[in-house]
């Protein structure tokens, strides 16, 4: 995709004052939810769970050339369909594009984004939309050839840099560039793909988005060593699933199916574990956890093995982690903040009890 646009460094600070004059238009009563149904009502009803994803990033959502899906972000839209509905493979895919994401879940088109989407407090403060947890930890970085020879994102003053607009990452920016003094033209650019052609095409000279999101971009490259990731991680990007804001219950399911996930890698609960330890737990959370003990869900619309379905359909965290964008994958990251909170990283589940 082309350049659409370039503009003034500063723009995107009028954000804030579009997203709140946005959310005024969007406030739902409580009638109007009892006269809806819940979210879980309407996906149950419909039978698919609809998911909002990328338009296309290696290792988070990818399509091959079979149309088939895969990723992180698609490996955890198959584990909420398993819980939610019994079968991983009742899930409908909805690519969107960031300036159109959140209109997407307001308005019902989709019931889970899962779209590398940063939780913020000006989001949750202004957009009628719930951050329902955090599935990586990320941070925002810099794409640039590596014949520059350039180790700091502050060697970059006067450079064109690519980046997409009305974005934590284009804020992001603008505050690093006012924090140590240095100037950027700021190019626009409506997708991470088309940042990437637009960078490789020479229209601009680097190209800032989420650590994860460079590295899946370089890993689709022939000439991926002619690229390099600055060490500079200027941002802290929590990214998480997004659902619409008015009906608390769902919000809260999908954040405890997320949790799921968590502690059974915690506690050693693979996918081909899980289901003999269903038989004879190890210890009295993990039973609560598979369901094998009381019915903690009922309260959330979800019934005594939804864990265990969501766990079995594509592995707990860390197997989702590894085989899609893990040490062992085309990506090549490592754990770090997403690391158990055993092993010195952020993961971390709330005890099921």
């Known amino acids: 995709m082309s350049v659409t646009q370039v503009f003034d460094l500063f723009a995107p600070r009028k954000l804030a004052r579009t997203v709140s004059a946005f959310a005024l238009g969007f406030a739902a009563s409580q009638s109007d939810i009892d006269a809806m149904g819940s979210k879980l009502s309407q996906i149950e009803a419909r039978g698919v769970l609809t998911c909002g994803i990328d338009t296309g990033l290696v290792g988070f959502a990818n399509q091959d050339d079979s ?32 300036a159109e994401r959140f ?40 794409l640039v050839p590596a014949d520059l020879g350039i180790t700091s994102a502050r060697e970059l003053d006067g450079a064109r840099v690519c980046v997409q607009p009305e974005t934590t990452t284009a804020l992001n920016l603008s505050d690093f560039a006012d924090a140590y003094q240095v100037n950027f033209q700021t190019v626009f650019v409506e997708t991470p793909a088309g940042g990437l052609d637009a960078y490789l095409a020479g229209s601009c000279d680097a190209f800032t988005s989420d650590v994860s999101a460079l590295a899946g971009l370089r890993a689709a490259l022939d000439d991926r060593d002619a690229h390099a990731i600055l060490a500079d991680v200027i941002s802290k990007e929590p990214l998480g699933p997004v659902v619409a804001g008015e009906d608390r ?17 915690e506690f050693g609960l693979t996918a081909d574990r899980a289901p003999t330890a269903l038989d004879a737990p190890h210890s009295p959370e993990v039973a609560r956890l598979l369901g094998a ?35 062992q994958s085309e990506l090549g990251l490592a754990r770090g903040l997403n690391a158990q909170w055993t092993e010195g990283g952020l993961m971390y589940a709330p005890p099921f009890r």
């Open 67 to 98: 149309g088939v899906w895969s990723g992180f972000e698609i490996d955890l839209c198959h584990a909420y369909a398993a819980a939610l509905l019994g079968d991983a493979q009742r899930v409908q895919f909805v690519t969107l594009t960031t």
């Open 103 to 142: 209109d997407a879940v307001i308005e019902g088109r989709v019931d889970i984004l899962l779209r590398n989407t940063s939780w913020t407090f000006a989001r949750d403060a202004s957009l009628p939309v719930a951050f329902a947890g955090t599935y990586y930890f990320d941070g925002q970085g810099f």
């Open 249 to 265: 219950v769902f919000a809260e399911a999908v954040e405890w199916i997320l949790h799921a996930l968590i502690a059974a890698e």
């Open 293 to 327: 003990e009381g019915a903690l869900g009922e309260g959330l619309g979800l019934d005594a093995e939804f864990a265990l379905r969501a766990i079995t359909a594509r592995g707990h965290y860390g197997e989702i982690f590894e085989r899609n964008i893990g040490s």
